[in-house]
Structure formats: structure tokens, C-alpha cells
């Protein structure tokens, strides 16, 4: 079965700075995609960026990149010059192999505040 | 850009009342999925649904949860009678395939309360 571990349930940013929000994953599958969503206090679930396990380039999107290191099972978001706007809780999801199941998994997620 | 659409936003019901939560996915997309947020907790898939028929549910969607496409937008999830430990954030999601990476695009979310 596939796990997703995030082992920071806060975190502090000052505006401007970059930070890393840790995502460890488990599973005994070759292929497979990762996911981060954003979740403002307002509640939504914003999709921001993914990265597939054959991908061998780091996913990237504006501000954000994904630290993918797959001998060790992590997918690391960065987010790079911090804004008052990305406090919020992140979440770090995992999608199955093709032809597998269909449901995301995700983890418990890290609470990011960035301080002006 | 295309959006997923949750209508309510807020319901609250006394327990054993029924809900139908309702949700418009992005147009062309062709799979549908609920899950579902209790307070302070991890996301958790409920089911997805394909070709009009559900494709995969979790264990959490017992015999009291039931799915329903009735026109070619809406999407609706129905709780029979409800407990007060369905009281939680129902988020409706979408893609256009199952192809691998795709991407689900979530609604807003409908904060469900039983009393």
C-alpha cells in the first residue's frame, strides 16, 4: 500500500525566504506520480505542482520546485522568496501506477506560516 | 480557467437527516472523485466514478453514501442518515483521464456539520 509521511506539522518562513517542506513516500510500485496541493484557511485544495517517478528532471512551477530524490523517497516542495500569501496548510499526495487504483493518497500535511 | 464547482459551501443537519451534496466538475473531464476532511485530518478518498458507474470506493463509503451523475454537469454525493462523524469538509475532484500524472482539480469544498 502506498504511504505518504510529512514530519513537519509547522513550519515558519520569513517573507522573502525560501523554504523546504519535507514528503516522504512509500511504496513498492515502479511507477508513480506525486502531487502537492496548497490548502489556504479558506479551505479550497489548490493544485501546484507534480512530478511523475520516471521524470528525471525536477519538476518546477513559478516559485515552486520539487527536490524529487527517488533513492530515498522524497519529494521535497521549495518554495523559493516567500510571500505573505503562502500561509497555508500543503498537502504531499501520491497517485497510483497506470492501470491502478484511481484515488490520490495523501499525508497529513504541514501548516506554513510566513511571517512578515 | 475552467473550475470545479461545490454548491453548498456550508450545510448543517441534525443527525439522521439526509444530505445530497452537489458538485459541477470541469466540463470535459470524464472522472469524478469525492473525498473527504475531517477537522485537523488528512484528505481520504471516499470513491471515483466513471462512465456513469462508480470505479473504485473506499472503505469509508459504507451502504449510507451513494453517488449520482443525473445530467451530463452535475455530480452528486448523498449521505442517507447522517451520523456525527460524517462532519467533515467534502471535496469533489475531477480529470479529464486516468492517464498516469494526470492531475484531479478539486472544488472549494462543502463544510458539512451534524448535530
Known amino acids: 500500500a502506498q504511504k505518504i509521511t510529512q514530519t513537519q506539522p509547522g513550519m515558519f518562513v520569513q517573507e522573502k525566504e525560501a523554504v523546504t517542506l519535507d514528503c516522504t513516500y512509500d511504496?513498492?510500485?515502479?511507477?508513480?506520480?506525486l502531487f502537492w496541493y496548497k490548502q489556504p484557511s479558506s479551505g479550497e485544495m489548490i493544485f501546484l505542482i507534480y512530478?511523475?517517478?520516471?521524470?528525471?528532471q525536477n519538476a518546477t512551477e513559478g516559485r515552486y520546485s520539487l527536490n524529487f530524490q527517488k533513492a530515498r523517497k522524497s519529494a521535497n516542495l521549495v518554495i523559493s522568496a516567500s510571500q505573505l500569501g503562502d500561509s497555508a496548510m500543503y498537502f504531499c499526495?501520491?497517485?497510483?501506477?497506470?492501470?491502478?487504483?484511481?484515488?490520490?493518497?495523501f499525508g497529513k500535511g504541514t501548516k506554513l506560516t510566513v511571517n512578515p | 480557467e475552467p473550475e470545479v464547482t461545490q454548491t453548498p459551501s456550508h450545510q448543517v443537519t441534525q443527525m439522521g437527516q439526509e444530505v445530497i451534496l452537489r458538485c459541477v466538475p470541469i466540463?470535459?473531464?470524464?472522472?469524478f472523485y469525492w473525498y473527504r476532511q475531517i477537522l485537523g485530518q488528512k484528505v481520504e478518498f471516499l470513491v471515483s466514478?466513471?462512465?456513469?458507474?462508480?470505479?473504485?470506493k473506499s472503505e469509508i463509503f459504507d451502504d449510507q453514501f451513494s453517488v449520482e451523475r443525473p445530467d451530463g454537469s452535475n455530480f452528486t454525493l448523498k449521505i442517507r442518515s447522517t451520523k456525527l462523524e460524517d462532519s467533515a469538509m467534502y471535496f469533489c475532484?475531477?480529470?479529464?483521464?486516468?492517464?498516469?500524472?494526470?492531475?484531479?482539480?478539486f472544488g472549494p469544498g462543502t463544510r458539512l456539520l451534524v448535530l
Open positions: 511504496t513498492s510500485d515502479q511507477s508513480y506520480g
Open positions: 466540463s470535459n473531464h470524464l472522472y
Open positions: 466514478f466513471y462512465n456513469n458507474e462508480i470505479s473504485e
Open positions: 499526495a501520491m497517485s497510483p501506477p497506470q492501470g491502478g487504483s484511481e484515488k490520490l493518497v
Open positions: 512530478q511523475g517517478s520516471y521524470d528525471e
Open positions: 475532484a475531477s480529470s479529464p483521464a486516468i492517464r498516469f500524472g494526470e492531475t484531479q482539480y
